[in-house]
């Protein structure tokens, strides 16, 4: 077609743009996901080296000849990280990885060991509360997670304390510094992500799964969807259930956030219920929680995310001190997750159900029992720890999971596990299919370009995803008591092939094999008729006799009876103190940039709602917004918003310095200023930036807790 033709022509021959000429340079992993890609204006004139040189400087990546992993490998430089701990070449070492007894599997697979030292450091570095137990990392040529480790860097042996220990199947590629130094020189540790634990959801395609398991709508899923509901509209009337909500929903997104003006709406919004204000009367704190709680029924309607009370995601890791049977998980959640995510575990031996996430064959999920006191690892919290020992590592049970960075669910809701006869589903054989033929060359950048292409032009994840959706919710016919019959749902033998498609689909990035899909499966003509459940207005569709169709029905039934904010502003007199006027005239000019710049933002992308902007919950006006990959969309315009608060936020405290005595109270009259501008000046009827009031909203519940404290 003309549109791949012209997509083409830009990935293979660059373009121009302000007079310089931009060249295809790399992708990672999540651009690649997203058919997105770095372009560099450099060589000729321009005085910057080559994209070739940039590629070439970053590692030597010419012995992988396949070009879909070669690529990969080169597109791990381009990962987001955060420069943490420079590393001498004696503080690390390679040590075995530890194979299944047919070394068919690695238990160790992506996943390292770090010294108390290392994670104290890097605890240090990133500005942390507590120390890691675990970090997702890059490091000269390696990737994947280190564990903590307490014995580690205590050896009598060693030369220097040793900080980290790395595995073959961490070391993706060499790197060669400045004068050809070897890679076991010095290096930095660069950070992607730190345990911590996050709320757990479910989604359609594990409704659709656990119901294949014989998880029932009536008995489980039912009860759980109206609780959740019943905790939304409370949350417009009471404070602490608005706490609670805004910290499950908010918990995920200021841990991937990392700076302080990407947490300021949920932040903020937290600090003035801790702070007293009412949830009926100050306008941002209304309108923060009418966006969250609208965000929150949408996604249980369109997306099936219903929230889990009793189960947690995190990080997985590997038992180092093999004290673990097979069928057994270990567990710690810290106080901070316990009181972040409302968590509580149960007793020991319970039975939890572990997976990731998609998982589209019945044997993706396991039935595990549950490990919480362990004194060999009781330093590890936040995790789950999976044993070393068996014929295969439950972690590549899990959708073809390994141990270098992905996030497991941990479920110890007893109405969410699967009958005792579906506690052992043999799991999916995820062995790597075979990969693309490679060259006798070397690869070239013009050989990554057309892959890159390639695979815009045949990456089916999502259509598999939704043909087995599809294909699960057709076969099912009538409600059964035994779920055993294996013909229906996720036991569909469609159902089946697809999601062994849909492994090879997530694969082609890696194999550069394509997953084609069998003419039969389209002969099956599954998208002649969509299930209700998708909101197809543009096609044909029926309504679905599946969990999930009733879920849906049953959110869409969920009226909202909350309270919402009057029309009126009301301006609170707490907040205005004497002395605020000296910084009236500051705040207004101050007020008039960041309204235009805000504006702008929301023109950008097409948001008409303040709230919605600044947090991120966007709800979808049209179905078309929900399909066109609405989370680049928002995490494009939440970088935005960040710069925005970012740059307001440091210039309300520049001209405070620390050094005066004073400040504190200079601060509180400024913000103010900065309360009264908003709330009651001449920008008062304005709607669209009543968060410019809580730039500094740390001054201003400072300045109500002091106001409520008086007799």
Known sequence: TRLLQRVREVVTEGFHLAGRHFEFLAYSSSQLREHSAWFWAGGGNSGAP????????NGD??????????????????????????????????????????????FSDGVGRMAPGLAERVRSALGLAAVPSAVQFRFIGAKGMLSLKQDLGTSPGDSAPRMMELRPSQIKFKVVAEGGQAPEGQ?????????????????????????GLGVGYDACLKPLLARALDEVREARRNPACARALLLRYGAGTREQAGTEAAALPLTAALAQLDAGFS??????????????????????????????????????VMDEEAVLERGQVFVQLSAEACSTCGLELPKAGTKVLVGRSPSLHPGDVRV????????????????????????????????????????????????????????????????????????????????????????????????VATMHLICADQS???????????????????????????????????????????????????????????????????????????????????????????????????????????????????????????SVIMRMFAVHDEAQLLTGFVVPRCEWVRRERQALRVERMKRQVVVLLNHFRADFWHDLPSEDEKRWERALRKASAYYKVVYGGKYQAHESAFSFAWVAHDALCALKSRKQSEP
């Open 50 to 57: 080559s994209a070739d040189k940039v590629r070439s400087e």
């Open 61 to 106: 990546f010419q012995k992988e000849r396949v070009v879909a992993k070669h690529a990969a490998r080169i597109g791990q430089c381009f990962t987001a990280t955060q420069p943490a701990v420079l590393l001498a070449g004696t503080e690390w070492k390679i040590v075995k990885d530890l194979p299944t007894p047919d070394k068919r599997y690695m």
């Open 187 to 211: 290096g930095w540790l660069e950070i992607c992500g730190v345990s911590h634990c996050s709320p757990c959801f479910l989604n359609r395609p594990l409704v659709m799964l656990l119901s």
């Open 279 to 316: 949830l009926s009367e100050e306008r941002f704190l209304c309108n923060v929680m009418r966006t969250l709680c609208s965000y929150a029924v949408a996604s249980m309607r369109t997306k099936m995310r219903i929230p889990v009370k009793k189960g947690a995601l995190l990080f997985g």
């Open 368 to 463: 595990l029992s549950l490990v919480v006191d362990c004194p060999k690892l009781n330093h590890l919290s936040d995790v789950v720890v999976f044993p070393a020992v068996g014929e295969r590592p439950h972690a590549s049970e899990m959708s073809g999971g390994d141990l270098d960075g992905d996030t497991f669910f941990v479920i110890w809701d007893q109405s969410l596990l699967p009958p005792e006869p579906f506690h052992d589903v043999p799991a999916m054989d995820y062995s790597a299919p075979s990969l693309e033929p490679q060259p006798d060359y070397a690869v070239t950048s013009e050989d990554i370009k057309h892959f890159f292409v390639d695979f815009m032009q045949n990456d089916s994840v999502g259509m």
């Open 476 to 598: 099912i016919e009538k409600e059964r008591a035994d779920q055993r019959a294996h013909k229906k749902g996720v036991w569909h033998p469609d159902a089946l092939q697809l999601a062994e498609l849909h492994s090879a689909a997530v694969d082609f990035a890696k194999t550069g094999r394509a997953a084609m899909i069998p003419a039969k499966l389209f002969k099956a003509r599954y998208f002649d008729s969509y299930p209700d459940f998708f909101e197809r207005r543009d096609k044909q569709s029926y309504k679905s006799k599946s969990s999930i169709g009733k879920l849906w029905r049953q959110a869409c039934a969920f009226q909202d009876e909350g309270r919402y904010p009057a029309r009126k502003v009301l301006c609170d007199p707490d907040l205005i103190i004497e002395g605020h006027e000296e910084f009236l005239e500051e705040a207004e000019a101050a007020y008039e940039t960041f309204y235009e710049r805000m």
